[in-house]
Each structure stands twice: as structure tokens, then as C-alpha cells.
């Protein structure tokens, strides 16, 4: 097959093979002209017309316009022309070269900063040792009084300005054996005695007791509230009560008269300024003020 340039006039042989890899676009190698071969494609040379001697068309791929040479003076098919036939046809293809999508292609794995694993290890140590630290806090009551992280979990806290609570169950306080009279050798005082028990299986901080002289209605003759160095008697005073201990209570209160018949008693704890007390009998607890 041959194809002529637009520009000189030149004619030139070329291959199937040439113009599929260039997809036609070829440039003349006399004038440099690029032209599209297929367009101007023939089977046989008109009459008159010569085959040009210098060195032959390149084929030329359109993105790039780079040159490919060839090893002879023209760029001859394998298998000689045919005058009675068409494209003469190659018997072998052209070897293509297989590539994979863009969404196929292997990732290309970027070196790994230095130092960045040992990074990672140390936040996942600190993250751990939080959450650790975090669940103790939550069950900081339990852990202050169990197993070998008893003693190092109160002295951090302590350390911190933050020392444990002590558990407090209002209900747990019983008073018993409560009883007043007059006292024989001090005219005008009455004497209140009773027994403080902690029935919990924890220790308790020391309540405060709240006392109410009433008449025959119910209503107050008198009132107050006695901190534990006030009533504890017997005894030195701490600030807990140990679980299942008791103590006695004792009190001299000064007689309100002849109307003062009755009397009641509440254990209570000191918070935000007022008293949450318990009243024996029973009942949700209340403030006091």
C-alpha cells in the first residue's frame, strides 16, 4: 500500500502494522509534513508516479508526535503486494501491551514516617492506663477497701485533695432504747439516753442526733442538734462507727416544763449548709434546718 504526502507530492510504501500503532497519522520525511496516511491511501502507484528513494514516512502517535524509525529504506508490509487484491492483511499482530485500570492498580505504599509505630504504641498505653484509672474512679469505694489496691488508691486521692468518701445509709442508723427524765441531783435539767447502732456492713460517719421535745399535741417545746463529741458518752469519739458497733448516746438537756411530755430523735448528716435527717419510724429522709 502506498500514501502520498499533501505537501511535496511524495509517494511512500507503509504497513497495516505502521498505521494501526500511529493511527494513521504519519510525517513525510522529506518535507516533515504530518499528514493522516489513511486518507490518502492507495493499493498501486498511478501511472508515472515513482516510489520516493530517500528515507521513508514515519509514523507518528498523535499524543506525543514521537518519531519511530525503520531498519530499511521503506517501511514494507511482510507479505509482497497483491495488484488483484485489497489491504493486504499481516499474518502476525502487533504485540500488545496489557495494563490494568486505574481502580486495579497496585497501591503504591508510601515509606512510613520514622518513629510513627512507637507513636501509635504510646497512645494506645496512655488510652489504656485512662480508662483503667477512669473504671477505679467509678468504683473508687470498692477498690479503697479491697484487694492490694486499697491502701495506693486512698493515698492518691488523699494526695489530690479529694479523700475517699465513706458510704452513708441514713436507714442503717437505729436508735434504741431511747428513754428522758429528770436528773436527781441537777433540778431543772432533763437527761436523754439511748443506743446508736450501725447496722451496715460498712463503716458510717458519726451522725449528728436531732432532738424534739413535744407536748401532749405533738408540738415542739424545744429543739436542737448535738454533734458526736456532744452525745457519745463512754467512749472516745472518731470519725466513723464501725459496721454492727454500737454507742451510747446521753444527753442533759435543760426541762421546759411541766408541758414537755414527749420527746424525738432523728439521726442526721450535715450537708450543703442543712441536716438530712431520718425519722425512726421510718420513711424517706428530709432536711432540716
Avoid at 486518507?39 to 498511478?46: F, G, K, M, V
Avoid at 507513636?119 to 477497701?145: A, K, N, P
Amino acid at each position: 500500500m502506498f500514501t502520498q504526502c499533501p505537501q511535496c507530492g511524495s509517494y511512500f510504501r507503509v504497513r497495516t502494522d505502521h498505521l494501526r500503532a500511529a493511527e494513521g497519522e504519519v510525517r513525510c520525511s522529506l518535507c516533515t509534513t504530518t499528514f493522516n496516511a489513511l486518507s490518502r491511501l492507495q493499493h498501486d502507484l498511478p501511472d508515472g508516479e515513482t516510489e520516493a528513494t530517500e528515507k521513508p514516512a514515519q509514523a507518528t502517535a498523535p499524543e506525543t508526535q514521537d518519531l519511530f524509525e525503520s531498519s530499511g529504506n521503506d517501511l514494507e508490509t511482510d507479505t509482497p503486494a497483491r495488484d488483484d487484491a485489497g489491504d493486504i492483511e499481516d499474518k502476525q499482530e502487533p504485540a500488545v501491551e496489557e495494563t490494568l485500570p486505574d481502580w486495579m492498580a497496585p497501591e503504591e505504599s508510601s515509606p512510613q514516617a520514622p518513629g510513627r509505630p512507637l507513636l501509635w504504641t504510646f497512645g494506645c498505653v496512655t488510652l489504656l492506663l485512662l480508662l483503667g484509672m477512669q473504671m477505679i474512679h467509678l468504683e473508687r469505694d470498692y477498690w479503697s477497701e479491697h484487694g492490694i489496691l486499697g491502701d495506693p488508691v486512698s493515698a492518691a486521692y488523699e494526695a489530690i485533695g479529694q479523700p475517699e468518701t465513706v458510704p452513708r445509709d441514713l436507714a442503717a442508723l437505729e436508735i434504741h432504747r431511747a428513754d428522758i427524765a429528770g436528773s436527781s441531783d441537777r433540778p431543772g435539767v432533763l437527761r436523754l439516753t439511748a443506743v446508736v447502732e450501725n447496722t451496715s456492713d460498712e463503716a458510717q460517719p458519726l451522725p449528728a442526733i436531732y432532738v424534739r421535745l413535744e407536748d401532749h399535741w405533738g408540738m415542739s417545746r424545744g429543739q436542737g442538734f448535738f454533734q458526736p463529741e456532744q452525745w457519745v458518752h463512754g467512749t472516745e469519739v472518731e470519725d466513723t462507727i464501725a459496721a454492727g458497733a454500737r454507742l451510747a448516746l446521753r444527753l442533759e438537756l435543760l426541762d421546759p416544763g411541766d408541758d414537755a411530755v414527749g420527746f424525738h430523735l432523728e439521726a442526721c448528716w450535715e450537708e450543703d449548709g442543712a441536716y438530712l435527717c431520718r425519722h425512726q419510724r421510718g420513711g424517706a429522709a428530709s432536711y432540716r434546718h
